[in-house]
């Protein structure tokens, strides 16, 4: 019974050890490796046998010091064995174990056997391997993000700072501000904003905000980004709040804002920011305040900036600049609309005495000469005043009323001031004349079409023609598209007015001898008619032009209203094979984002930075920027209204790809486009140029 216990006892022993997923081994007292359990062959491909006596072989040469030296040490001294290495397989990889043996002993504690096991941890060496790098590669990232990135507890108290926020505040470690409040470290006036992220973000919230601080001496803004670091069940942990240095961004849009804002030769508003101030001083007439709007007309400027020459007249805009500015109070605007045009917005007006008593002050202003040029220039001023609310309340119907009135100043002798009055309202008349005919204007065949060319810059060929409308009125004679085209918007007749053009256009441009591409104006309500993709496809096959001889030009506004709806009609046409070109580039919005979201072949610089050239070091670097912007983006650049040489020369030395202007032809009849397409202007560096010197007014357009 006994020897049959003993059996069992032995066999219970061997199948346990022969089970177990570990390697079981014996040494004596010296070191020497007696047996190991079969679990070695299967973990190692080597035969027990052989292993026994040539285990060392089987360690990586990397580690056998290590594990000789751990080894040795445990024999002499007793102490547990435990230590992790890489063995070498008979296939030639690599595994990493864990091996781990005690002594046992005898009655008088010497080692007379010693018991050990040899473990596989090669799944999670690797895994605690990829953990360690995974953790370095993020640390790296932190550490070498230049945006200040700080870890916070719930408190808002400081547990991590990466380089870029120690640099910031000028530490050398971060263990000087550890634990101290965030907030502590930045200036009074952010305290505020990240007390009320640190509680979002402790909600589960994300906060974004602008700071601005000082660096040294230096104003720094920073846009600041605090959110919640959740663990794996959702519970907010941590804060993360990342600061990203935005001064040169905000500088730049400051920059951009004094271009679109800024009047660049006089550095007064210009018209877009003297509506924005109109429409809010308008708001403000509800509530009893009275405002005039003066309408201001240099006298005979034009006879001065074509005896003297450009750069003596941008002198006397400067000079007429200044004095206006002193003839206001602060909380008046005085803006330059264009050309020798400018404005007052004059508010805190009482009766129409105070507006007529400033009127007078600025007539004054500029009864004593100008110095320019070495020489004294006199010139006066016309203005017309409107008034609001007397006469009108929105913002478009006071332009309208300080415009007629200033017509009716340089009719009377000019040097004077006159207030609105409605008998003076001859161009309502004549607009409302206007927009009576223009419902038949198309039957009774009273519009054209002329065509100006578009010159490439390098070769001096002709690429294209732009096709301008025209309108002989029975009793008002040649109309200006600036002014029929307003009338034909507000009537309805704009689609047909289109339609018409479109047609017209591809006919013409069909029969030219070459391949040159014509465009077409569409206004914002073209743009907006649903049955646009239609006229177009239908003009296209009507003719048989090729679409990519169709170009299609837009203003900004289009761009910047409905984007997702003009997106998928910039898509159907692109689809046509038609082109797309921005129309009076610079005269819209401020922002370019759509120039990345929206499919554009051509940008046209607006006349009027050309018109500033070549004296205009702003108007140059517009037209640089622009034609760099074209560049980077691959969208072809045209200069519009190009009326000298001086200009042609400027635009080609900033990058601009073609020109338009007077200083190649005025629009022509379509009998004459064959005689110019088979021309080459000289572009350099004599400009054969069309007769006809440069004029104030500008070149008339249409937008259809």
């Not at 990397?62 to 001294?77: F, I, K, Y």
Request: glycine share 8%; net charge negative.
């Amino acid at each position: 019974m006994a020897e049959a216990a003993l059996r069992e006892s032995e066999d219970h022993y061997r199948h346990t050890v022969e089970f177990s997923p570990l390697v079981s081994w014996t040494a004596d007292p010296e070191g020497k490796i007696l047996d190991a359990s079969s679990r070695w062959e299967t973990l190692t491909g080597m035969p027990v046998a052989e292993g026994l006596d040539g285990w060392p072989a089987a360690i990586h040469p990397d580690d056998l010091p290590t594990v000789h030296e751990a080894w040795n040490g445990s024999v002499q001294t007793g102490k547990l064995f435990d230590i992790e290495y890489r063995l070498r397989r008979k296939d030639g990889n690599c595994l990493w174990v864990r091996s781990r043996a005690a002594p046992r002993r005898d009655t008088n504690d010497a080692i007379i056997r010693w018991y050990g096991t040899i473990e596989d941890i090669h799944t999670r060496k690797l895994a605690d391997l990829a953990l360690r790098q995974s953790e370095a590669f993020a640390r790296s990232v932190v550490e070498s993000s230049t945006e200040c990135i700080k870890v916070l507890d719930l408190e808002g108290r400081l547990l991590f700072m990466n380089s870029a926020a120690l640099r910031r505040h000028d530490l050398r470690d971060f263990a000087l501000v550890a634990g101290r409040y965030w907030a502590s470290l930045l200036p009074g006036t952010m305290v505020a904003e990240v007390e009320h992220a640190i509680a979002a973000a402790k909600d589960g919230q994300s906060v974004q905000f602008t700071g601005h601080s000082h660096v040294g001496d230096v104003p720094k803004w920073w846009d600041v980004i605090v959110s919640p670091i959740s663990d794996d069940e959702g519970a907010v942990t941590r804060i993360l709040a990342i600061s990203r240095d935005i001064t040169e961004k905000r500088s730049a849009q400051e920059q951009i804002t004094r271009l679109v804002y800024q009047d660049a030769l006089t550095d007064l508003a210009n018209r877009r920011l003297m509506r924005q101030e109109l429409g809010l001083a308008l708001t403000r007439t509800v509530l009893g305040e009275q405002i005039a709007l003066h309408y201001i007309d240099l006298d005979h400027f034009k006879a001065v900036n074509d005896t003297l020459g450009h750069l003596v007249g941008d002198a006397l805009l400067q000079q007429a600049a200044d004095r206006l500015r002193r003839c206001v109070r602060r909380s008046d605007v005085v803006a330059r609309l264009g050309g020798d045009e400018f404005a007052i917005l004059q508010t805190g007006v009482h009766a129409p005495e105070d507006a007529a008593t400033l009127a007078a002050h600025v007539i004054a202003a500029f009864a004593a000469p100008f110095e320019l040029a070495d020489r004294q220039v006199t010139t006066g001023i016309s203005i017309g005043i409107a008034l609001a609310p007397r006469h009108a309340s929105t913002a478009d119907d006071l332009v309208r009323d300080a415009d007629i009135a200033l017509y009716r100043a340089k009719a009377e002798g000019r040097g004077t001031f006159r207030f609105f009055e409605p008998t003076m309202a001859e161009a309502i008349q004549r607009k409302e004349e206007l927009r009576a005919g223009l419902g038949t204007a198309l039957e009774r065949d009273e519009f054209a079409l002329f065509f100006q060319p578009v010159v490439s810059l390098r070769s001096g060929r002709v690429t294209g023609f732009e096709a301008l409308a025209r309108l002989q009125h029975p009793a008002q004679g040649l109309v200006s598209p600036a002014e029929f085209i307003p009338v034909a918007e507000e009537s309805g007749i704009i689609g047909r007015l289109g339609r018409w053009a479109l047609h017209a256009a591809c006919n013409e441009a069909v029969r030219w001898p070459e391949a040159a591409r014509v465009a077409v104006n569409l206004s914002p309500v073209q743009f907006r008619d649903p049955q646009l993709l239609g006229s177009v496809t239908e003009a296209l096959a009507a003719s048989g032009l090729p679409p990519e001889r169709l170009e299609l030009e837009i203003t900004e506004s289009v761009l910047m209203h409905d984007s997702e709806a003009n997106l998928t009609v910039l898509r159907a046409l692109r689809e046509l094979g038609v082109r797309i070109a921005i129309d009076d580039f610079g005269t819209g919005f401020s922002s370019l984002g759509y120039l990345l979201r929206f499919a554009v072949d051509r940008i046209k610089i607006d006349r009027s930075f050309i018109a500033e050239l070549p004296g205009s070091v702003q108007s140059k670097a517009i037209v640089r920027a622009v034609a760099s912007i074209g560049r980077g983006l691959g969208i072809s650049i045209t200069a519009e209204g190009v009326e000298t040489a001086e200009q042609l020369a400027m635009i080609r030395r900033q990058g601009c790809a073609e020109a338009q202007g007077y200083v190649f032809s005025r629009p022509v009849p379509g009998t004459e486009v064959a005689s110019l397409l088979g021309r080459q202007f000289q572009i350099l560096p004599g400009v054969e140029a069309d007769p006809g010197r440069r004029s104030k007014a500008p070149r008339p357009r249409t937008h259809l």
